[in-house]
């Protein structure tokens, strides 16, 4: 996601330097909007950036950020004028520049493989040059780099919940109860299907919102947000029901199950919560012309 914003809004010496190692994954980065106090609010972040001279010095904190403390380029959005989302600007922020800390590594319900921390800017002076795009466009590239997010993060529940399909499926061939397979149990074999159909309609719909996403359609931001939605909601049901149908044996770190439903909860919250993907079809829909 912030390789496609320094591709898209940056100038052709932002892109010659940034996007090669990024695009290559010998570096990485990380995307800086939530704060401590402004989550789905997100225009009303806090974290200042002073032009003096030929630097920004940017005073604030960012939390629950992927990868902080890990990667190497944190594009942080910041409040470069007055109150609301004009006065936020895009700045991207090297490690190792003065004044730029971590907070400590976060325990999460799940996710464990990828560390996030709070991203701390004290007197961090940045040049002008790592501006993306002008002062006042940083909100408008922030909700553009999250329609792309919210299909990313679409896209991992669909990996989740197709793998706990089959982990059930598997189980329901092995288990035996009262004298027989679990898979003779029409119960079972209902909540199943019903498991694969709302699969591949999860998986049309976030095909369908990234075409649009790619041919810049007008209700691009409208189908990321259903497809965020949707997919995020149906398939953690699934991820949970193939828990469920694993009995006891679901429960254990032993079975991966498990970990797809603690690893995909966290979707229904990242890149705008579900409640915010309401909104934002909603608005969209009343008006419309």
Do not use: W
């Given at each position: 996601m912030c390789a496609w914003m320094i591709d898209t809004f940056g100038n052709t010496e932002q892109r010659e330097r940034?996007?090669?190692?990024?695009?290559?994954?010998?570096?990485?980065?990380?995307?800086?909007?939530?704060?401590?106090?402004?989550?789905?609010?997100?225009?009303s972040l806090l974290t200042t950036a002073q032009l003096k001279g030929d630097?920004?010095?940017?005073?604030?904190?960012?939390?629950?950020?992927?990868?902080?403390?890990?990667?190497d380029v944190y594009v942080v959005m910041c409040r470069t004028g007055g109150k609301g989302p004009k006065g936020i600007s895009c700045l991207v922020v090297e490690k190792g520049t003065p004044g730029l800390s971590f907070g400590k590594k976060e325990k999460k319900v799940g996710w464990n493989s990828q560390p996030t921390r709070a991203v701390i800017l004290e007197d961090c002076a940045v040049p002008v040059t790592n501006r993306l795009g002008e002062e006042g466009q940083g909100f408008n590239?922030?909700?553009?780099?999250?329609?792309?997010?919210?299909?990313?993060?679409?896209?991992?529940?669909?990996?989740?919940a197709h793998a706990c399909v089959q982990l059930a499926r598997d189980h329901l061939l092995v288990r035996k109860q009262f004298g027989e397979t679990l898979s003779n149990n029409q119960f079972?074999?209902?909540?199943?299907?019903?498991?694969?159909?709302?699969?591949?309609?999860?998986?049309?719909?976030?095909?369908?919102?990234?075409?649009?996403?790619?041919?810049?359609?007008?209700?691009?931001?409208?189908l990321c947000a259903m497809a965020k939605l949707f997919a995020t909601d149906e398939c953690?049901?699934?991820c949970n029901q193939a828990l469920q149908?694993?009995?006891?044996?679901?429960?254990?770190?032993?079975?991966?199950?498990?970990?797809?439903?603690?690893?995909?909860?966290?979707?229904?919250?990242?890149?705008?919560?579900?409640?915010?993907?309401?909104?934002i079809?909603?608005?969209?829909?009343?008006?419309?012309?």
């Open positions: 940034f996007c090669p190692d990024l695009c290559s994954m010998e570096k990485f980065a990380s995307y800086c909007l939530t704060e401590p106090g402004s989550g789905s609010d997100a225009a630097h920004y010095i940017l005073n604030g904190s960012k939390a629950f950020i992927s990868g902080g403390g890990d990667t590239i922030a909700m553009k780099g999250l329609n792309g997010g919210r299909i990313n993060i679409a896209s991992c529940s669909l990996g989740a079972l074999q209902f909540k199943l299907a019903e498991m694969a159909t709302k699969l591949v309609a999860s998986r049309l719909i976030v095909r369908e919102a990234a075409t649009a996403l790619q041919e810049n359609r007008s209700d691009a931001a409208s953690f049901n699934i149908m694993h009995g006891g044996y679901g429960y254990l770190k032993d079975y991966a199950v498990q970990q797809f439903v603690r690893d995909i909860r966290v979707h229904q919250i990242l890149e705008g919560t579900n409640e915010v993907m309401r909104m079809v909603s608005r969209n829909l009343l008006t419309e012309s």
